[in-house]
Protein backbone atom coordinates (compact mmCIF):
# COMPACT_ATOMS: atom_id res chain seq x y z
CA UNK A 1 0.00 0.00 0.00
CA UNK A 2 1.09 3.52 -0.75
CA UNK A 3 1.13 5.80 2.24
CA UNK A 4 -1.65 8.68 2.12
CA UNK A 5 -0.77 12.25 3.85
CA UNK A 6 -3.60 13.06 7.17
CA UNK A 7 -6.14 14.64 6.68
CA UNK A 8 -5.79 18.01 7.27
CA UNK A 9 -7.39 19.23 11.01
CA UNK A 10 -10.67 20.30 11.02
CA UNK A 11 -11.15 24.24 11.81
CA UNK A 12 -12.12 24.99 15.31
CA UNK A 13 -15.97 26.07 15.75
CA UNK A 14 -16.96 28.90 17.75
CA UNK A 15 -18.32 28.37 21.08
CA UNK A 16 -21.67 29.69 20.34
CA UNK A 17 -22.65 27.66 16.55
CA UNK A 18 -24.80 24.19 17.67
CA UNK A 19 -22.99 21.11 16.50
CA UNK A 20 -25.06 19.65 13.17
CA UNK A 21 -27.34 16.43 13.56
CA UNK A 22 -26.55 13.72 11.00
CA UNK A 23 -29.35 11.75 9.78
CA UNK A 24 -29.43 8.68 7.70
CA UNK A 25 -30.36 9.24 4.09
CA UNK A 26 -33.52 6.97 2.91
CA UNK A 27 -33.65 5.21 -0.12
CA UNK A 28 -35.38 6.58 -3.61
CA UNK A 29 -38.36 5.16 -4.67
CA UNK A 30 -39.97 5.71 -8.23
CA UNK A 31 -42.39 7.39 -9.00
CA UNK A 32 -45.81 6.29 -9.89
CA UNK A 33 -45.61 8.48 -13.21
CA UNK A 34 -43.00 6.43 -14.58
CA UNK A 35 -45.68 2.86 -14.38
CA UNK A 36 -47.08 3.85 -17.56
CA UNK A 37 -44.25 4.21 -19.59
CA UNK A 38 -42.85 1.10 -18.27
CA UNK A 39 -45.94 -0.76 -19.14
CA UNK A 40 -46.33 0.43 -22.02
CA UNK A 41 -42.67 -0.66 -22.97
CA UNK A 42 -43.49 -4.38 -21.81
CA UNK A 43 -46.21 -4.60 -23.72
CA UNK A 44 -44.07 -3.94 -26.74
CA UNK A 45 -41.98 -5.95 -25.96
CA UNK A 46 -44.11 -8.73 -25.43
CA UNK A 47 -45.41 -8.09 -28.79
CA UNK A 48 -42.52 -7.76 -29.77
CA UNK A 49 -41.38 -11.23 -28.86
CA UNK A 50 -44.79 -12.86 -30.04
CA UNK A 51 -44.36 -11.31 -33.95
CA UNK A 52 -41.15 -12.65 -33.59
CA UNK A 53 -41.90 -16.34 -32.59
CA UNK A 54 -44.98 -16.22 -35.00
CA UNK A 55 -42.81 -15.41 -37.87
CA UNK A 56 -41.74 -18.20 -40.09
CA UNK A 57 -38.22 -18.57 -42.37
CA UNK A 58 -37.59 -15.63 -45.33
CA UNK A 59 -37.22 -17.13 -48.45
CA UNK A 60 -35.90 -16.07 -51.83
CA UNK A 61 -37.88 -17.46 -54.84
CA UNK A 62 -37.07 -16.67 -58.27
CA UNK A 63 -39.06 -16.73 -61.84
CA UNK A 64 -38.68 -15.75 -65.41
CA UNK A 65 -41.52 -12.64 -64.55
CA UNK A 66 -43.20 -10.48 -62.04
CA UNK A 67 -45.97 -10.71 -63.84
CA UNK A 68 -49.28 -10.87 -61.54
CA UNK A 69 -46.56 -10.71 -58.19
CA UNK A 70 -47.11 -7.36 -56.08
CA UNK A 71 -44.96 -6.75 -53.05
CA UNK A 72 -46.98 -7.26 -50.34
CA UNK A 73 -50.45 -8.28 -51.88
CA UNK A 74 -49.28 -11.33 -53.43
CA UNK A 75 -50.08 -14.40 -51.02
CA UNK A 76 -48.26 -17.76 -51.00
CA UNK A 77 -51.21 -20.58 -50.46
CA UNK A 78 -51.34 -24.44 -50.06
CA UNK A 79 -54.24 -25.41 -50.52
CA UNK A 80 -56.45 -22.36 -51.02
CA UNK A 81 -54.41 -21.45 -46.99
CA UNK A 82 -52.35 -18.29 -46.81
CA UNK A 83 -49.04 -19.37 -45.38
CA UNK A 84 -47.00 -16.57 -46.40
CA UNK A 85 -46.37 -12.91 -48.43
CA UNK A 86 -44.48 -11.49 -50.96
CA UNK A 87 -42.01 -8.63 -49.37
CA UNK A 88 -40.04 -7.77 -51.91
CA UNK A 89 -39.21 -8.09 -55.62
CA UNK A 90 -36.05 -7.11 -57.25
CA UNK A 91 -34.38 -7.81 -60.58
CA UNK A 92 -31.56 -11.19 -60.20
CA UNK A 93 -28.10 -9.86 -60.54
CA UNK A 94 -27.82 -11.17 -64.32
CA UNK A 95 -30.99 -9.87 -65.30
CA UNK A 96 -32.04 -13.13 -66.40
CA UNK A 97 -35.01 -13.23 -63.61
CA UNK A 98 -36.71 -11.57 -60.84
CA UNK A 99 -36.13 -12.65 -57.17
CA UNK A 100 -39.06 -12.48 -54.80
CA UNK A 101 -38.55 -12.15 -51.25
CA UNK A 102 -41.06 -13.92 -49.31
CA UNK A 103 -42.03 -14.43 -45.72
CA UNK A 104 -43.25 -17.43 -44.88
CA UNK A 105 -45.12 -17.91 -41.33
CA UNK A 106 -44.31 -20.13 -38.48
CA UNK A 107 -46.73 -23.41 -39.22
CA UNK A 108 -45.13 -23.35 -42.95
CA UNK A 109 -41.90 -23.31 -41.81
CA UNK A 110 -41.75 -27.31 -42.88
CA UNK A 111 -42.02 -26.20 -46.55
CA UNK A 112 -38.96 -24.44 -47.01
CA UNK A 113 -37.05 -27.65 -47.81
CA UNK A 114 -34.96 -29.16 -50.57
CA UNK A 115 -37.97 -30.48 -52.62
CA UNK A 116 -40.34 -27.93 -52.24
CA UNK A 117 -42.02 -26.44 -55.95
CA UNK A 118 -43.38 -22.79 -55.86
CA UNK A 119 -45.27 -21.33 -59.01
CA UNK A 120 -46.76 -18.27 -59.86
CA UNK A 121 -50.69 -19.29 -60.13
CA UNK A 122 -52.38 -17.30 -63.18
CA UNK A 123 -54.98 -18.51 -65.83
CA UNK A 124 -53.78 -21.18 -68.34
CA UNK A 125 -55.00 -23.14 -71.03
CA UNK A 126 -52.94 -26.78 -71.29
CA UNK A 127 -53.15 -30.15 -71.84
CA UNK A 128 -55.11 -31.21 -68.88
CA UNK A 129 -57.71 -28.77 -69.30
CA UNK A 130 -57.93 -24.98 -67.86
CA UNK A 131 -56.65 -24.10 -64.45
CA UNK A 132 -56.60 -20.51 -62.19
CA UNK A 133 -59.64 -18.76 -63.55
CA UNK A 134 -60.14 -18.42 -60.18
CA UNK A 135 -57.50 -15.44 -60.43
CA UNK A 136 -59.37 -13.64 -62.17
CA UNK A 137 -60.88 -12.10 -59.42
CA UNK A 138 -58.51 -12.84 -56.33
CA UNK A 139 -55.26 -12.07 -58.44
CA UNK A 140 -52.44 -14.15 -59.15
CA UNK A 141 -50.76 -16.10 -55.92
CA UNK A 142 -47.66 -18.13 -55.45
CA UNK A 143 -48.64 -21.43 -55.23
CA UNK A 144 -46.53 -24.12 -53.21
CA UNK A 145 -45.87 -28.10 -53.72
CA UNK A 146 -44.41 -29.21 -50.36
CA UNK A 147 -41.19 -31.39 -50.24
CA UNK A 148 -40.89 -34.46 -48.18
CA UNK A 149 -36.94 -33.82 -47.98
CA UNK A 150 -35.42 -33.20 -44.15
CA UNK A 151 -32.81 -30.49 -45.73
CA UNK A 152 -33.33 -26.79 -45.43
CA UNK A 153 -33.29 -24.46 -48.06
CA UNK A 154 -33.84 -20.51 -48.62
CA UNK A 155 -33.16 -20.13 -52.34
CA UNK A 156 -35.80 -21.44 -54.84
CA UNK A 157 -36.09 -21.56 -58.36
CA UNK A 158 -39.77 -21.49 -59.56
CA UNK A 159 -41.70 -23.54 -62.09
CA UNK A 160 -42.52 -21.88 -64.83
CA UNK A 161 -45.36 -24.34 -65.12
CA UNK A 162 -47.55 -25.82 -62.08
CA UNK A 163 -46.78 -29.05 -61.66
CA UNK A 164 -49.31 -31.81 -63.08
CA UNK A 165 -49.73 -34.35 -59.74
CA UNK A 166 -48.30 -33.16 -56.52
CA UNK A 167 -45.81 -34.72 -54.43
CA UNK A 168 -48.01 -36.03 -51.60
CA UNK A 169 -50.29 -38.37 -54.39
CA UNK A 170 -49.07 -41.82 -54.34
CA UNK A 171 -47.73 -43.92 -57.27
CA UNK A 172 -44.97 -44.40 -59.92
CA UNK A 173 -43.28 -42.22 -62.49
CA UNK A 174 -41.85 -43.97 -65.96
CA UNK A 175 -40.59 -43.07 -69.43
CA UNK A 176 -41.60 -43.51 -72.90
CA UNK A 177 -39.68 -43.37 -75.40
CA UNK A 178 -41.58 -42.24 -78.66
CA UNK A 179 -40.58 -41.30 -82.46
CA UNK A 180 -42.75 -38.10 -82.14
CA UNK A 181 -45.20 -36.28 -79.36
CA UNK A 182 -47.84 -36.53 -81.61
CA UNK A 183 -50.82 -34.57 -80.29
CA UNK A 184 -49.84 -35.50 -76.45
CA UNK A 185 -49.09 -32.37 -73.90
CA UNK A 186 -48.49 -31.64 -70.05
CA UNK A 187 -51.28 -33.49 -68.40
CA UNK A 188 -52.80 -35.52 -71.16
CA UNK A 189 -54.50 -38.51 -69.82
CA UNK A 190 -53.16 -41.79 -69.40
CA UNK A 191 -55.84 -44.41 -69.82
CA UNK A 192 -56.04 -48.69 -68.85
CA UNK A 193 -59.04 -50.34 -70.47
CA UNK A 194 -60.39 -46.86 -71.25
CA UNK A 195 -60.48 -45.61 -67.25
CA UNK A 196 -57.58 -43.13 -66.77
CA UNK A 197 -55.14 -43.82 -64.29
CA UNK A 198 -52.44 -41.69 -64.59
CA UNK A 199 -51.45 -38.45 -66.50
CA UNK A 200 -48.01 -36.95 -68.74
CA UNK A 201 -45.70 -34.92 -66.26
CA UNK A 202 -42.98 -34.31 -68.81
CA UNK A 203 -41.32 -34.41 -72.14
CA UNK A 204 -38.10 -34.14 -73.20
CA UNK A 205 -36.30 -33.92 -76.99
CA UNK A 206 -33.23 -36.34 -77.16
CA UNK A 207 -30.16 -34.30 -77.41
CA UNK A 208 -29.44 -35.80 -80.84
CA UNK A 209 -33.26 -35.37 -82.01
CA UNK A 210 -33.76 -38.84 -82.70
CA UNK A 211 -36.71 -38.83 -80.28
CA UNK A 212 -39.15 -37.71 -77.74
CA UNK A 213 -38.75 -39.05 -73.69
CA UNK A 214 -42.23 -38.23 -71.86
CA UNK A 215 -42.37 -38.54 -68.01
CA UNK A 216 -45.88 -40.20 -66.92
CA UNK A 217 -47.40 -40.93 -63.54
CA UNK A 218 -49.78 -43.50 -62.64
CA UNK A 219 -51.72 -43.34 -59.66
CA UNK A 220 -52.04 -46.10 -56.96
CA UNK A 221 -53.00 -48.57 -56.87
CA UNK A 222 -53.23 -48.95 -60.28
CA UNK A 223 -49.23 -48.74 -60.70
CA UNK A 224 -49.19 -52.29 -60.01
CA UNK A 225 -50.83 -53.02 -63.77
CA UNK A 226 -47.55 -51.99 -65.27
CA UNK A 227 -44.94 -54.92 -65.51
CA UNK A 228 -42.15 -55.26 -67.44
CA UNK A 229 -44.26 -56.36 -70.73
CA UNK A 230 -46.54 -53.93 -70.64
CA UNK A 231 -47.38 -51.86 -73.99
CA UNK A 232 -47.86 -48.45 -74.35
CA UNK A 233 -49.41 -46.52 -77.59
CA UNK A 234 -50.96 -43.43 -78.83
CA UNK A 235 -54.47 -43.75 -78.27
CA UNK A 236 -55.01 -39.56 -79.10
CA UNK A 237 -57.76 -38.25 -81.51
CA UNK A 238 -58.91 -40.50 -83.98
CA UNK A 239 -57.44 -42.79 -85.63
CA UNK A 240 -58.47 -42.64 -89.30
CA UNK A 241 -56.31 -44.71 -91.51
CA UNK A 242 -56.88 -45.18 -95.30
CA UNK A 243 -53.86 -48.01 -96.51
CA UNK A 244 -53.73 -51.13 -98.32
CA UNK A 245 -55.47 -52.70 -96.14
CA UNK A 246 -58.42 -50.89 -96.38
CA UNK A 247 -60.54 -47.95 -94.24
CA UNK A 248 -59.81 -48.25 -90.24
CA UNK A 249 -61.04 -46.22 -87.88
CA UNK A 250 -59.78 -46.37 -84.02
CA UNK A 251 -61.48 -44.05 -81.37
CA UNK A 252 -60.95 -43.63 -77.33
CA UNK A 253 -62.48 -41.80 -75.05
CA UNK A 254 -63.99 -38.24 -75.82
CA UNK A 255 -61.06 -36.32 -73.24
CA UNK A 256 -58.85 -38.58 -75.73
CA UNK A 257 -60.34 -37.04 -78.65
CA UNK A 258 -59.98 -33.58 -77.77
CA UNK A 259 -56.85 -33.40 -75.72
CA UNK A 260 -54.78 -36.62 -76.64
CA UNK A 261 -53.97 -39.62 -74.81
CA UNK A 262 -51.92 -42.94 -73.93
CA UNK A 263 -52.93 -46.10 -73.71
CA UNK A 264 -51.96 -49.09 -71.76
CA UNK A 265 -52.17 -52.87 -71.95
CA UNK A 266 -50.14 -56.02 -71.03
CA UNK A 267 -50.47 -59.19 -73.90
CA UNK A 268 -53.35 -61.69 -73.37
CA UNK A 269 -51.10 -64.60 -72.49
CA UNK A 270 -48.82 -62.36 -69.92
CA UNK A 271 -49.25 -61.85 -65.78
CA UNK A 272 -48.15 -59.37 -63.91
CA UNK A 273 -45.78 -60.56 -61.20
CA UNK A 274 -44.03 -58.19 -59.70
CA UNK A 275 -45.05 -54.11 -61.12
CA UNK A 276 -42.30 -52.50 -62.89
CA UNK A 277 -40.35 -50.47 -60.52
CA UNK A 278 -40.53 -46.46 -61.09
CA UNK A 279 -38.66 -45.02 -63.70
CA UNK A 280 -38.62 -48.23 -65.81
CA UNK A 281 -38.31 -47.49 -69.49
CA UNK A 282 -40.94 -48.22 -71.91
CA UNK A 283 -41.37 -48.20 -75.74
CA UNK A 284 -44.93 -45.66 -76.99
CA UNK A 285 -46.06 -47.39 -80.28
CA UNK A 286 -48.16 -45.68 -82.66
CA UNK A 287 -51.93 -48.00 -82.90
CA UNK A 288 -52.39 -50.83 -80.31
CA UNK A 289 -51.60 -52.74 -83.19
CA UNK A 290 -48.36 -52.24 -83.42
CA UNK A 291 -48.30 -51.96 -79.88
CA UNK A 292 -50.15 -55.86 -78.91
CA UNK A 293 -47.57 -57.47 -82.04
CA UNK A 294 -45.28 -60.05 -80.67
CA UNK A 295 -41.48 -59.60 -81.00
CA UNK A 296 -40.14 -59.45 -84.22
CA UNK A 297 -36.69 -59.96 -83.91
CA UNK A 298 -33.99 -58.55 -85.93
CA UNK A 299 -34.83 -57.21 -89.46
CA UNK A 300 -33.60 -58.24 -93.14
CA UNK A 301 -33.31 -55.58 -95.11
CA UNK A 302 -34.22 -57.04 -98.99
CA UNK A 303 -34.01 -55.04 -102.27
CA UNK A 304 -36.83 -56.05 -104.85
CA UNK A 305 -35.83 -54.09 -108.45
CA UNK A 306 -39.48 -53.78 -110.44
CA UNK A 307 -39.37 -53.00 -114.73
CA UNK A 308 -42.51 -50.99 -114.37
CA UNK A 309 -44.79 -48.41 -113.04
CA UNK A 310 -44.52 -47.97 -109.18
CA UNK A 311 -47.38 -45.09 -108.91
CA UNK A 312 -49.11 -46.03 -105.63
CA UNK A 313 -46.29 -47.74 -103.70
CA UNK A 314 -45.40 -45.82 -100.40
CA UNK A 315 -43.25 -45.98 -98.21
CA UNK A 316 -44.94 -47.97 -95.48
CA UNK A 317 -46.76 -50.16 -97.99
CA UNK A 318 -47.00 -53.91 -96.73
CA UNK A 319 -44.70 -56.77 -97.51
CA UNK A 320 -46.96 -59.70 -97.13
CA UNK A 321 -46.07 -63.56 -97.62
CA UNK A 322 -49.86 -65.13 -98.21
CA UNK A 323 -51.80 -62.98 -96.37
CA UNK A 324 -49.24 -62.94 -93.50
CA UNK A 325 -47.76 -59.00 -93.40
CA UNK A 326 -43.67 -59.96 -93.04
CA UNK A 327 -43.09 -56.04 -92.97
CA UNK A 328 -43.26 -52.88 -94.60
CA UNK A 329 -41.42 -50.28 -97.92
CA UNK A 330 -39.01 -48.62 -96.49
CA UNK A 331 -38.23 -46.53 -99.25
CA UNK A 332 -38.88 -46.39 -103.71
CA UNK A 333 -36.21 -45.03 -105.31
CA UNK A 334 -34.65 -45.16 -108.98
CA UNK A 335 -32.18 -46.40 -110.21
CA UNK A 336 -30.03 -47.06 -113.67
CA UNK A 337 -28.89 -49.88 -115.23
CA UNK A 338 -25.44 -49.44 -117.25
CA UNK A 339 -25.48 -52.59 -118.73
CA UNK A 340 -29.71 -52.70 -120.31
CA UNK A 341 -29.60 -48.88 -120.31
CA UNK A 342 -33.10 -48.75 -118.90
CA UNK A 343 -34.63 -47.38 -115.50
CA UNK A 344 -35.40 -49.78 -112.58
CA UNK A 345 -37.46 -49.02 -109.78
CA UNK A 346 -35.46 -49.77 -106.56
CA UNK A 347 -37.72 -50.52 -103.57
CA UNK A 348 -36.07 -51.14 -100.26
CA UNK A 349 -37.84 -53.42 -98.11
CA UNK A 350 -37.13 -54.16 -94.21
CA UNK A 351 -38.86 -58.06 -93.61
CA UNK A 352 -38.94 -59.78 -90.70
CA UNK A 353 -38.59 -63.49 -90.71
CA UNK A 354 -39.60 -64.43 -87.65
CA UNK A 355 -43.63 -64.10 -88.20
CA UNK A 356 -43.48 -67.06 -90.99
CA UNK A 357 -42.05 -68.68 -87.91
CA UNK A 358 -41.46 -68.62 -84.21
CA UNK A 359 -39.33 -70.76 -82.05
CA UNK A 360 -35.20 -71.82 -81.57
CA UNK A 361 -35.76 -74.64 -84.08
CA UNK A 362 -37.30 -72.95 -86.78
CA UNK A 363 -35.19 -73.41 -89.90
CA UNK A 364 -36.02 -69.66 -90.58
CA UNK A 365 -35.56 -68.08 -87.74
CA UNK A 366 -32.69 -70.61 -85.36
CA UNK A 367 -30.26 -73.12 -87.07
CA UNK A 368 -27.35 -72.42 -88.95
CA UNK A 369 -27.34 -69.46 -91.31
CA UNK A 370 -26.02 -71.96 -94.04
CA UNK A 371 -29.23 -74.03 -93.38
CA UNK A 372 -31.32 -70.92 -94.03
CA UNK A 373 -29.58 -69.71 -97.37
CA UNK A 374 -30.10 -73.05 -98.24
CA UNK A 375 -33.66 -72.83 -97.38
CA UNK A 376 -34.19 -68.99 -99.36
CA UNK A 377 -32.29 -70.55 -102.46
CA UNK A 378 -34.56 -73.85 -102.74
CA UNK A 379 -37.96 -71.56 -102.29
CA UNK A 380 -36.77 -69.46 -104.96
CA UNK A 381 -36.25 -72.32 -107.48
CA UNK A 382 -39.56 -73.55 -106.84
CA UNK A 383 -40.55 -69.91 -107.80
CA UNK A 384 -40.62 -67.72 -105.04
CA UNK A 385 -40.82 -63.97 -106.20
CA UNK A 386 -42.49 -60.46 -105.02
CA UNK A 387 -44.56 -58.93 -107.31
CA UNK A 388 -46.56 -55.88 -107.13
CA UNK A 389 -50.49 -56.15 -106.37
CA UNK A 390 -53.50 -53.47 -106.07
CA UNK A 391 -54.37 -53.61 -102.04
CA UNK A 392 -57.15 -50.88 -102.55
CA UNK A 393 -59.20 -49.82 -105.82
CA UNK A 394 -60.03 -47.21 -104.36
CA UNK A 395 -57.16 -45.63 -103.81
CA UNK A 396 -55.18 -47.41 -106.19
CA UNK A 397 -52.45 -48.09 -103.54
CA UNK A 398 -49.97 -51.06 -103.98
CA UNK A 399 -48.28 -53.56 -101.76
CA UNK A 400 -45.63 -56.00 -102.11
CA UNK A 401 -46.86 -59.58 -102.07
CA UNK A 402 -44.25 -62.71 -102.05
CA UNK A 403 -45.36 -65.66 -103.59
CA UNK A 404 -44.88 -68.96 -105.67
CA UNK A 405 -44.97 -68.86 -109.26
CA UNK A 406 -44.27 -72.31 -110.69
CA UNK A 407 -43.77 -70.92 -114.20
CA UNK A 408 -41.57 -67.75 -113.97
CA UNK A 409 -38.55 -68.02 -115.61
CA UNK A 410 -35.46 -69.19 -113.31
CA UNK A 411 -33.18 -66.94 -111.99
CA UNK A 412 -30.04 -67.01 -110.24
CA UNK A 413 -29.85 -64.94 -106.59
CA UNK A 414 -27.13 -64.64 -104.87
CA UNK A 415 -28.69 -65.21 -101.08
CA UNK A 416 -25.36 -64.25 -99.13
CA UNK A 417 -25.64 -61.13 -100.40
CA UNK A 418 -26.25 -58.08 -97.88
CA UNK A 419 -28.83 -56.54 -98.45
CA UNK A 420 -30.72 -59.76 -99.77
CA UNK A 421 -31.86 -59.07 -103.37
CA UNK A 422 -34.94 -60.98 -104.28
CA UNK A 423 -36.17 -61.90 -107.51
CA UNK A 424 -39.64 -60.20 -108.87
CA UNK A 425 -42.25 -60.86 -111.68
CA UNK A 426 -44.69 -58.26 -113.24
CA UNK A 427 -47.01 -57.21 -111.36
CA UNK A 428 -50.78 -58.59 -111.87
CA UNK A 429 -52.00 -55.10 -113.29
CA UNK A 430 -48.60 -54.66 -114.97
CA UNK A 431 -49.48 -58.54 -116.72
CA UNK A 432 -53.58 -57.54 -117.26
CA UNK A 433 -52.09 -54.70 -119.37
CA UNK A 434 -49.88 -56.94 -120.98
CA UNK A 435 -52.65 -59.47 -122.06
CA UNK A 436 -54.52 -57.13 -122.95
CA UNK A 437 -52.18 -54.99 -125.09
CA UNK A 438 -51.78 -58.87 -126.84
CA UNK A 439 -55.53 -59.64 -127.38
CA UNK A 440 -55.76 -55.56 -129.15
CA UNK A 441 -52.97 -56.82 -131.28
CA UNK A 442 -54.63 -59.84 -132.51
CA UNK A 443 -58.02 -57.53 -132.86
CA UNK A 444 -55.63 -55.57 -135.18
CA UNK A 445 -55.13 -58.42 -137.21
CA UNK A 446 -58.50 -59.38 -137.80
CA UNK A 447 -59.84 -58.09 -140.97
CA UNK A 448 -62.79 -56.57 -140.32
CA UNK A 449 -63.71 -54.84 -143.60
CA UNK A 450 -63.43 -57.86 -145.92
CA UNK A 451 -66.05 -59.51 -143.13
CA UNK A 452 -68.34 -56.43 -143.58
CA UNK A 453 -68.09 -56.86 -147.09
CA UNK A 454 -69.54 -60.24 -146.73
CA UNK A 455 -72.18 -59.62 -144.04
CA UNK A 456 -73.33 -56.96 -146.27
CA UNK A 457 -73.59 -59.68 -149.31
CA UNK A 458 -75.46 -62.33 -146.83
CA UNK A 459 -77.84 -59.87 -145.46
CA UNK A 460 -78.48 -58.66 -148.81
CA UNK A 461 -79.37 -62.48 -149.88
CA UNK A 462 -81.03 -63.15 -146.54
CA UNK A 463 -83.37 -60.27 -147.14
CA UNK A 464 -84.25 -61.53 -150.91
CA UNK A 465 -84.79 -65.09 -149.35
CA UNK A 466 -87.36 -63.53 -147.03
CA UNK A 467 -88.82 -61.59 -149.67
CA UNK A 468 -89.74 -65.15 -151.79
CA UNK A 469 -90.70 -66.41 -148.66
CA UNK A 470 -93.47 -63.66 -148.22
CA UNK A 471 -94.48 -64.08 -151.84
CA UNK A 472 -94.96 -67.91 -151.37
CA UNK A 473 -96.62 -67.75 -147.90
CA UNK A 474 -99.27 -65.25 -149.80
CA UNK A 475 -99.64 -67.53 -152.51
CA UNK A 476 -100.36 -70.67 -150.40
CA UNK A 477 -103.09 -68.49 -148.58
CA UNK A 478 -104.76 -67.71 -151.54
CA UNK A 479 -104.27 -71.33 -153.04
CA UNK A 480 -104.10 -73.62 -150.53
CA UNK A 481 -106.54 -72.21 -147.70
CA UNK A 482 -109.95 -72.96 -149.55
CA UNK A 483 -108.92 -76.83 -149.86
CA UNK A 484 -107.94 -76.76 -146.70
CA UNK A 485 -111.37 -74.93 -144.83
CA UNK A 486 -113.40 -77.83 -146.47
CA UNK A 487 -110.91 -80.75 -145.83
CA UNK A 488 -111.45 -79.56 -141.87
CA UNK A 489 -115.06 -79.76 -142.59
CA UNK A 490 -114.86 -83.04 -144.03
CA UNK A 491 -112.62 -84.11 -141.09
CA UNK A 492 -115.00 -82.03 -138.55
CA UNK A 493 -118.32 -84.59 -139.84
CA UNK A 494 -115.96 -88.06 -139.92
CA UNK A 495 -114.98 -87.65 -136.33
CA UNK A 496 -118.87 -86.83 -135.51
CA UNK A 497 -120.40 -90.09 -137.04
CA UNK A 498 -117.27 -92.02 -135.31
CA UNK A 499 -118.65 -90.22 -132.15
CA UNK A 500 -121.78 -91.25 -132.70
CA UNK A 501 -120.53 -95.25 -133.11
CA UNK A 502 -118.46 -95.01 -130.40
CA UNK A 503 -121.35 -93.36 -127.86
CA UNK A 504 -122.69 -96.42 -125.39
CA UNK A 505 -126.04 -96.79 -126.48
CA UNK A 506 -125.19 -96.94 -130.22
CA UNK A 507 -125.88 -100.69 -131.14
CA UNK A 508 -121.94 -101.33 -132.30
CA UNK A 509 -121.08 -100.91 -128.83
CA UNK A 510 -123.78 -103.58 -127.78
CA UNK A 511 -122.97 -106.00 -130.41
CA UNK A 512 -119.39 -105.44 -129.40
CA UNK A 513 -120.46 -106.23 -125.48
CA UNK A 514 -122.06 -109.22 -126.67
CA UNK A 515 -119.09 -110.82 -129.10
CA UNK A 516 -116.98 -109.81 -125.79
CA UNK A 517 -119.25 -111.95 -123.67
CA UNK A 518 -119.56 -115.28 -125.85
CA UNK A 519 -115.65 -114.78 -126.35
CA UNK A 520 -115.34 -115.09 -122.89
CA UNK A 521 -117.58 -118.24 -122.50
CA UNK A 522 -115.52 -119.78 -125.27
CA UNK A 523 -112.69 -119.21 -123.42
CA UNK A 524 -113.59 -120.72 -120.22
CA UNK A 525 -114.92 -123.74 -122.34
CA UNK A 526 -111.22 -124.11 -124.00
CA UNK A 527 -109.64 -123.26 -120.37
CA UNK A 528 -111.17 -126.39 -119.05
CA UNK A 529 -110.55 -128.97 -122.00
CA UNK A 530 -107.15 -127.94 -121.52
CA UNK A 531 -107.16 -128.92 -117.92
CA UNK A 532 -108.73 -131.81 -118.81
CA UNK A 533 -106.74 -133.16 -121.33
CA UNK A 534 -103.66 -131.72 -119.14
CA UNK A 535 -104.98 -134.66 -116.24
CA UNK A 536 -106.46 -136.95 -117.99
CA UNK A 537 -104.52 -137.63 -122.25
CA UNK A 538 -106.59 -140.70 -122.20
CA UNK A 539 -109.84 -139.22 -122.41
CA UNK A 540 -109.00 -137.87 -126.07
CA UNK A 541 -109.36 -141.68 -127.09
CA UNK A 542 -111.69 -143.07 -124.37
CA UNK A 543 -113.97 -140.46 -123.57
CA UNK A 544 -114.57 -138.35 -120.37
CA UNK A 545 -114.37 -140.80 -117.53
CA UNK A 546 -118.10 -141.83 -116.32
CA UNK A 547 -119.36 -141.37 -120.01
CA UNK A 548 -121.29 -144.35 -121.21
CA UNK A 549 -119.50 -146.70 -123.47
Request: charged fraction near 25%; aromatic fraction near 4%; glycine fraction near 8%.
Amino acid sequence: MTDQPPPPPRPALPDDIPEPLLESRRPWLPSLVWAIPILAALIGISLVVQVLMARGPTITISFASAEGIEPGKTKVKFREVDIGEVRTVRLAQDGARIVATVELTKEATRFAVDDSRFWVVRPRLAGGGISGLGTLVSGAYIGVDGGKSEERRREFAGLDEPPVVPADVPGRSYVLRADDLGSLDIGSPIFHRRVQVGQVTGFTLAPDGSDVSLRIFVKAPHDRLIGPNTRFWHASGVDLSLDAGGVKVNTQSLAAVLLGGIAFANPPDATVAEPAPAETSFALARDETRAMKAPDGEPVVAVLRFNQSVRGLVAGAPVDFRGVVLGSVRSVNLDFNRQRREFAATVVAELFPARLARGADSPITGGDPRQRAELLSHLIRRGLRAQLRTGNLLTGQLYVALDFFPRAAPVQADVTARPLELPTVPGDLEELQQRLADIINKLDKVPFDAIGADLRQVLASMDATLKRAEALAARLDAELMPEVRSSLAELRRTLGSAGSVLADDAPLQQEARESLRELSAAARALRALTDTLEHQPESLLRGKSGDPK
